[in-house]
């Protein structure tokens, strides 16, 4: 029987052999919607622009890979947080983003109170950040 950190790095392998980015979230700064153990599906920001709200992977000051929503943007400086910090990120410039997280594939199950706190999150996150844009 393949361990966990087995079914990661084949789930991994996989990803990268369909053309896509995954990674494995490792912290807790995006609790609920994203937990120690699951995987993120990222694709390159390029052309894409990226908006207040959005999730994305950057590369910080000592060289992390950081997932954090994005919360300002002014010009090329990008302020991010996570959902279960209470304070904001160092401000980032626009080419230490890494790319923009486009699906995720979550480790376990989750509850039904879970998968509700989840949706209720990410439902509040989307629309606070969209009114900002007003």
């Known amino acids: 029987m ?13 990803l990268h052999k369909n053309n896509k980015e995954g990674m494995v979230v490792f912290g807790s700064s995006m609790y609920p919607v994203l ?3 699951d995987i993120i599906i990222i694709e ?17 000051k000592e060289g992390k890979f950081i997932i954090h929503r994005v919360v300002q943007i002014s010009g090329s400086t990008i302020i991010t947080a996570g959902d279960n910090v209470k ?8 080419n230490d983003v890494v790319g923009i997280v486009k699906n995720m594939k979550i480790k376990r199950p989750l509850s039904k109170i879970e998968r509700n706190i989840r949706n ?6 989307k629309w606070i950040f969209s009114r900002k844009k007003r």
């Open 2 to 14: 393949n361990s966990s950190f087995e079914k990661i790095v084949d789930s991994l392998i996989k």
């Open 35 to 37: 937990k120690p153990g």
């Open 44 to 60: 390159k920001a390029g052309n894409e622009k990226i908006c207040k709200g959005q999730v994305i992977v950057f590369k910080n």
């Open 87 to 94: 304070e904001f990120d160092s401000p980032i410039h626009i």
């Open 120 to 125: 209720i999150v990410i439902k509040i996150s």
